[in-house]
């Protein structure tokens, strides 16, 4: 049984949705597990879909724990949720993105986990060797779906923790550079972000009947409250660099009640225009943000948890 970083890194670098549609199995192919030293024969640690060595591998019991150079054996006891596991092939099982997402709940800090989440709701997945970003053929998972598998997974460690994530979890990314700034903005001051009200990732407009006044039946938005007719698109996109037609396409938002603002997608990678640039975002969303004294650091350490630089 394929799990934990193994499976994370398959799932996150592999248009896996359909292998999980057409074989996701609904028992627990833990129970009744013996022969670790058999199996683990028959997975290839040098699979660059595994994420190098070694491979970890779930097991029932810690006398079935095995580790070397190849693999690594984690203990997954007690009774798994249905549809926590998938077949890779014939006796050869993953977890899967919901199982994933609870175990690593037990030791990931919380601004990890919720990225963690958006990336397994996400439309894109990362090609290797070079992680450029594809498109999902099927989401691979939902954050409803991973409410209502952590709501029968009660009993198990991190599920608390897990659940509180879900709190921030939106789904739809469409490249990792949403997802952090998707995370930054709207996990809460305690945990170093800045706590701005957005509530959808990518959502569509539909013009409906006032399609014969826009042209387009349907617009997809970078980053929205929706509550407050606010979309927000990043000006570093390659379908937002014709000026000519961003004018139009916001004049015809304007037409169905949405007002719609440009970001500066570079100042993400820039802590003190992050800063700025949330301000911004914050006035105009009738958000106070009331930074503390201690919120520089917890900023710091979100931004080391999402992999962007000091």
Not at 191 to 212: C, I, K, Q, S
Request: some cysteine; aromatic content about 10%.
């Amino acid at each position: 049984m394929i799990g934990d970083s193994s499976a994370e890194f398959f799932l996150l670098h592999d248009d896996a949705a359909k292998r999980l549609s057409r074989h996701t199995v609904w028992s627990n192919p833990l129970e009744g597990c013996s022969a670790v030293s058999r199996d683990c024969k028959a997975i290839n640690p040098n699979h660059p879909l595994y994420g190098g060595r070694p491979v970890t591998l779930l097991v029932p019991e810690r006398a079935l724990r095995r580790c070397n150079s190849s693999i690594t054996c984690r203990l997954a006891s007690g009774p798994f949720p249905a549809r926590s596991f998938f077949e890779l092939r014939e006796s050869l099982y993953m977890a899967s993105p919901e199982c994933v997402f609870l175990r690593a709940a037990s030791h990931l800090p919380i601004g990890s986990l919720v990225a963690l989440a958006e990336n397994l709701c996400a439309r894109y997945y990362l090609q290797i060797p070079d992680a450029t970003i594809a498109n999902r053929t099927g989401y691979l998972t939902t954050p409803k779906q991973i409410r209502q598998y952590l709501e029968k997974a009660t009993g198990h460690r991190g599920c608390r923790q897990a659940m509180g994530a879900m709190r921030y979890v939106t789904g739809n990314s469409a490249s990792p550079e949403e997802t952090r700034s998707w995370v930054l903005s709207t996990l809460p001051i305690r945990y170093g972000g800045f706590g701005l009200p957005f509530t959808y990732m990518n959502y569509d407009v539909r013009a409906g009947r006032l399609a014969d006044l826009t042209g387009q039946d349907r617009y997809s938005l970078d980053l929205v409250a929706h509550h407050l007719k606010l979309a927000f698109e990043y000006d570093g996109k390659d379908y937002h660099r014709d000026a000519e037609k961003d004018k139009r396409r916001r004049n015809d938002l304007k037409v169905l009640g949405w007002d719609v603002y440009p970001i500066d997608a570079g100042a993400l990678y820039c802590p003190e225009e992050s800063v700025r640039v949330a301000k911004q975002l914050a006035k105009l969303t009738g958000k106070r943000l009331r930074l503390d004294t201690g919120w520089e650091r917890k900023f710091a350490d979100l931004r080391k948890q999402l992999g962007l630089p000091d």
